[in-house]
Every structure is written in structure tokens, then in C-alpha cells.
Nanobody, 121 residues
Framework: QVQLVESGGGLVQPGGSLRLSCAAS????????MAWYRQAPGKERELVAT???????NYADSVKGRFTISRDNAKNTVYLQMNSLKPEDTAVYYC???????????????WGQGSQVTVSS
């Protein structure tokens, strides 16, 4: 059984930084794309950043130049480094991994449990 565990959220002042992590565990054959989404109160979930296996990362315009997505394939982990945070970055952040579990050998999307990020003075 595959599980995703997120960590690293919290409260930070405007201009500050946070680093989110999302680690996948269980019997995994391979992991394709990894991504971070966020959902602010009263808004739809939106894509923040995505990184394919061995490819180039892509970012939402609202976070370009401030956020960096990275992955450690050996650890089945994706990270989101968030710098110069703004109040409008406040949201619950979710990781999403497109992976192939050994049990099914079918490409399946898995989601993390969500991490609250609050940017406020």
C-alpha cells in the first residue's frame, strides 16, 4: 500500500520562507511526475509547480522566481522551497505523485494529506 506524508507547513511572516516535503512509502515500481497544488479558502485547488522525472520544472505565474520544486528519486520525495512568501500564498498545500504501485503496475495519482501554510504578520 502506498502512502504519501507531507511535512513542513506552518505560520510565517510575509517575506519569510518555508520548505514543504512529501515522501512516498510502500511498494512503488516507479514515480513519474511530481507536483504541488494549493487551495485557499473559498477557491478552487490550483497547480503551483510540477516536475517530471528527468525533466524541467514548471511553475504557476504567481510563484515564478519565488518557489522552487525539486525531487529526490532515491528517497521518493518531492520538495517545495517557498521564498518571499506573501499573504496571498496562504493555503493548504497538497503534493500529488503520479506513480506505478508494484501491486497494480498501473499509473495512478496519489495525493498527500495537505499542509497548512499561513503567511501573516
Amino acid at each position: 500500500q502506498v502512502q504519501l506524508v507531507e511535512s513542513g507547513g506552518g505560520l510565517v511572516q510575509p517575506g519569510g520562507s518555508l520548505r514543504l516535503s512529501c515522501a512516498a512509502s510502500g511498494s512503488i515500481f516507479s514515480i513519474n511526475a511530481m507536483a504541488w497544488y494549493r487551495q485557499a479558502p473559498g477557491k478552487e485547488r490550483e497547480l503551483v509547480a510540477t516536475i517530471p522525472r528527468g525533466g524541467i520544472a514548471n511553475y504557476a505565474d504567481s510563484v515564478k522566481g519565488r518557489f522552487t520544486i525539486s525531487r529526490d528519486n532515491a528517497k521518493n520525495t518531492v520538495y517545495l522551497q517557498m521564498n518571499s512568501l506573501k499573504p496571498e500564498d496562504t493555503a493548504v498545500y497538497y503534493c500529488k505523485l503520479d506513480l506505478i504501485p508494484t501491486a497494480t503496475l498501473r499509473l495512478t495519482a496519489y495525493w498527500g494529506q495537505g499542509s497548512q501554510v499561513t503567511v501573516s504578520s
